[in-house]
Structures are given as C-alpha cells and as structure tokens.
C-alpha cells in the first residue's frame, strides 16, 4: 500500500471534499481558472506499486480536468511523476472509451521554492505546468485576519477559507510546516458551521499530506471522526454497504434457486436452502420459462 493519503476514512473524507469544493475557485492560490465541478477519484491505473498518489484531481467548470500536487523541491523526478500521472488518467478515460479530456498540471509550491521553470521539454514531448509559489503568500497577515474575524463571529469568505487549506505551505522547512499546520488546525477548529469546520480540516490534511507528522495527522483524524458531520457520512456509507449486501444476498439466493430448479429440487427444498417464500419460487420459476 503506497504512503500518503491511505487512511481509515479516506472515502468519507473524499466525499466530504466532493461535496464542499464543488464551484471553489483557484483565484485565492492566484491561479485564474474555471471553478471546480466536481473533485475526481485518484486511484488510478498503477504504473509500479510504490508510486505515490496524486494530492488532488479536479474536473472544472470547462470539462477540463486539473492534476494538482504540492511539492515543496523543484526536481527532474518530480517531471517524470506528473508525466506518469498524466499516462495513468489518459488509461482510464481510454479504457473505459471515454474521450480524453483536456488536461492541465498544476504545481503549488510551498515556501521552500520560490521560483521553478514551468516547462520541461525532451523531443518526443513537452510538459507544461501551471504553478503558485506559496511563499508569496502573506501567511501572517492572512491568520491574523481570519484570526480577527473568528473571535467577532464573523462568517470567513470562499478564499479565505481556500488559503486556510494552504496556509502552512507557506512555511520553509518541515518544523515550521508542522508548527504551522497545528496552529491552523486549531484556528478551523474555531469554525461554528461543522460542514465548512471539516471541509477545511480535511483540505489541510490533504494538501500537507507529505508533510504532516503522521502521530499528529492520527489525532486530527480522531477528531474529525467525532464531528456529527463525519458520523453522519459514515452512517451514509454504512447504510450503502448494507443496501449493497442485501442486493448480494438476493442476487445469491436466486441463482441458488434457478440452479435448485434446473435440479428438479422440490418447492420446500428450495425454500429451505434459499430462504425465498413460495410464491418467489414461482415468480423465479415463471421468468425462467419466459427466457427460455
């Protein structure tokens, strides 16, 4: 199993994203593109077991579809990754017969880099990346503000929040990433409305994921799993797990029965070893002649 993002609680967590980031706009990372329609599945297609997850795979509002990742190096290795990313989406469109959509590769940077060539070239391609250089952002100025706005009860805007999920980036260094995260995380926390409270927390724990501290990354899982937000997913998820049983179950039970049928067990056999009542034998038995 690759490291990252492989938790407990991925899928209700994803679902909490896919739910909150639709129409969410980039303009708060300095990027002008469409908003978002709906965020993707990253489990794609594997090219070798230890390759890492993408961070985020979003469909816009223009069809187009945005690999995100957020680095905090600018190296060859991390070309060669997007580029594999990029093979493993245009898989499972093509495989599925699904035309390709348009893609775009967006690079943000954390405070460790602050300036990296948004094109790569080698003869047979070129990569073209669209990038944000967190360290521009003004990490302390946005904190005190949200900070501010907190305390009075105020409702924090789309970008504010957008910048909460990113805020720690901004940091050099893995300790200060670290220290910045816990700080932030606490601030969220503050949020009255639970819905955005867990959007944000789960964005933060997204787009840290290479660098959070995996003890500390556990505890704030813990605490999402105690909101009524994530108690009701879960309980969304369990109803759909159970729903799918069933279905299994019935699915199981007729086929025993068609194949008890074609075995010329009697009606009180097959009721035995199916569960089914009589009169659903005799519906069973009613379509199998009929497809005959």
């Known amino acids: 199993m690759p490291e990252g993002i492989a938790y407990q609680n991925k899928d209700i967590e994803f679902k909490l994203m896919s739910e909150t980031y639709k129409e969410k706009s980039f303009d708060a990372y300095g990027l002008k593109l469409p908003k978002i329609k709906e965020v993707l599945p990253t489990n794609l297609p594997a090219v070798s077991a230890n390759e890492m997850r993408i961070d985020n795979l979003?469909?816009?509002?223009?069809?187009?579809?945005a690999i995100v990742d957020y680095e905090s190096e600018d190296k060859t290795s991390n070309r060669v990754k997007y580029i594999n990313y990029i093979g493993r989406i245009?898989?499972?469109?093509?495989?599925?017969?699904i035309r390709i959509p348009e893609l775009?590769?967006?690079?943000?940077?954390?405070?460790?880099?602050?300036?990296?060539?948004?094109?790569?070239?080698?003869?047979?391609?070129?990569?073209?990346?669209e990038?944000?250089?967190?360290?521009?952002?003004p990490d302390a100025e946005i904190y005190q503000s949200v900070k501010k706005k907190l305390e009075n009860n105020e409702t924090l805007s789309e970008k504010e929040l957008m910048q909460l999920i990113i805020l720690p980036l901004a940091k050099k260094g893995k300790e200060a990433k670290q220290k910045m995260i816990e700080q932030v995380v606490d601030l969220a926390k503050q949020i009255e409305d639970e819905n955005t409270q867990a959007f944000v927390i789960t964005g933060i724990l997204v787009?840290?994921?290479?660098?959070?501290?995996?003890?500390?990354?556990?505890?704030?899982?813990?605490?999402?799993?105690?909101?009524?937000?994530?108690?009701?997913?879960?309980?969304?998820?369990?109803?759909?797990?159970?729903?799918?049983?069933k279905e299994g179950q019935r699915k199981s039970q007729l086929q025993i029965a068609e194949n008890l049928?074609?075995?010329?067990?009697?009606?009180?056999?097959?009721?035995?070893?199916t569960g089914l009542t009589k009169e659903e034998i005799e519906e069973i038995k009613k379509n199998m002649m009929v497809t005959k």
Not at 131 to 136: A, E
């Open 58 to 65: 979003f469909l816009l509002e223009d069809d187009t579809v």
């Open 90 to 97: 245009m898989q499972r469109y093509d495989s599925q017969g």
């Open 104 to 129: 775009r590769m967006i690079v943000i940077y954390t405070g460790d880099v602050e300036t990296a060539k948004d094109t790569w070239k080698t003869p047979c391609l070129t990569l073209k990346m």
């Open 131 to 137: 990038q944000v250089f967190i360290h521009s952002l």
């Open 207 to 245: 787009s840290s994921d290479k660098f959070i501290d995996r003890d500390y990354a556990k505890s704030v899982r813990r605490y999402l799993s105690m909101t009524k937000v994530f108690q009701i997913l879960e309980e969304e998820k369990q109803e759909a797990i159970n729903l799918a049983e």
């Open 261 to 273: 049928i074609k075995a010329g067990a009697d009606i009180l056999m097959i009721m035995k070893g």
